[in-house]
C-alpha cells in the first residue's frame, strides 16, 4: 500500500495560466475525490468519481475547472485562467467502494499559488 | 454559513492530560461523523468516527462523544502525547458517510507540552 500519490508536491504560475494536477489513488480504490483546503479552513469537498465516473460536482467547481478520470485509476484536476482566487492547497482521497462507512485516505496535496 | 463549528482555533495541553477538542454542527440530516488529524506538509489522516445511532466509540486513547440533541460531539485523547500536537478536523456527513461528501470544520490545533 503506497498510499495517494498527487503531482507535483507545489505549483507556482501567473495569472491567467493553466495549470494540471495529478493524483494516483491506492490502488483497486473506487472511489477518488478532490477537496481544496485555504488558508485556516477545513478541506472543502470540489468533486468525487467512481471508477471513470464523476458522480458530484461542487458548486465550487467553476467551469474553469475540469476533472478526469479516465482509465479509473489516476486522475487530473486543470484549472483553466488561474485567478489569484484559486491558491489553495488541492487534496485527492480514494476509498474503496466496498465500505459503507467511508474513511478517505488523503495524498499530501498539491500547494498551488496563483501571483 | 458554516455547517461543521469548531469554535476553538488552539488548544494547549500538558503532556499525560486529557485533551478535549469541541464540534458543533447545525444540519440535523447529518448522520456519520469523523476525526481527521493533520500534520504540517501532510494530508488529513483519519483517526475516528461515529454513526449517529451510537453516542461514543472508543479506539484506545481516543473517544468521540456525540450529543444529537444538542449537535455537539467531542474527541477526548487521554493521555496526550507530545506526537498528538497536530490540527484536528471534525466532519460530517449525510447517507451513513457513503458519498464521501464530508463537511470539515476549520480545526483545531492541538499542542500538547513534554
Known amino acids: 500500500d503506497t498510499g495517494v500519490s498527487q503531482d507535483p508536491r507545489h505549483k507556482i504560475t501567473k495569472r491567467g495560466q493553466n495549470v494540471t494536477f495529478r493524483c494516483d489513488p491506492i490502488s483497486e480504490h473506487n472511489r477518488l475525490y478532490w477537496y481544496r483546503q485555504t488558508l485556516g479552513q477545513g478541506p472543502e469537498f470540489l468533486t468525487y468519481?467512481?471508477?471513470?465516473?464523476?458522480?458530484?460536482k461542487s458548486r465550487l467547481l467553476s467551469d474553469r475547472f475540469s476533472a478526469e478520470r479516465p482509465k479509473g485509476s489516476f486522475s487530473t484536476l486543470e484549472i483553466q485562467r488561474t485567478e489569484q482566487g484559486d491558491s489553495a492547497m488541492y487534496l485527492c482521497?480514494?476509498?474503496?467502494?466496498?465500505?459503507?462507512?467511508?474513511?478517505?485516505?488523503f495524498g499530501s496535496g498539491t500547494q498551488l499559488s496563483v501571483l | 454559513d458554516q455547517q461543521v463549528k469548531q469554535n476553538s482555533p488552539s488548544l494547549s495541553v500538558q503532556e499525560g492530560r486529557i485533551s478535549i477538542l469541541n464540534c458543533d454542527y447545525t444540519n440535523s440530516m447529518f448522520d456519520y461523523f469523523l476525526w481527521y488529524k493533520k500534520y504540517p506538509a501532510e494530508g488529513p489522516t483519519f483517526l475516528i468516527s461515529i454513526s449517529s445511532i451510537k453516542d461514543k466509540n472508543e479506539d484506545g486513547r481516543f473517544t468521540v462523544f456525540l450529543n444529537k440533541s444538542a449537535k455537539h460531539l467531542s474527541l477526548h485523547i487521554v493521555p496526550s502525547q507530545p506526537g498528538d500536537s497536530a490540527v484536528y478536523f471534525c466532519a460530517a456527513s449525510e447517507d451513513g458517510g457513503s458519498q464521501g461528501n464530508l463537511i470539515f470544520g476549520k480545526g483545531t490545533k492541538l499542542s500538547v507540552k513534554p
Open positions: 468519481f467512481q471508477n471513470e465516473a464523476q458522480l458530484e
Open positions: 482521497a480514494s476509498s474503496p467502494l466496498d465500505r459503507a462507512d467511508e474513511k478517505l485516505f
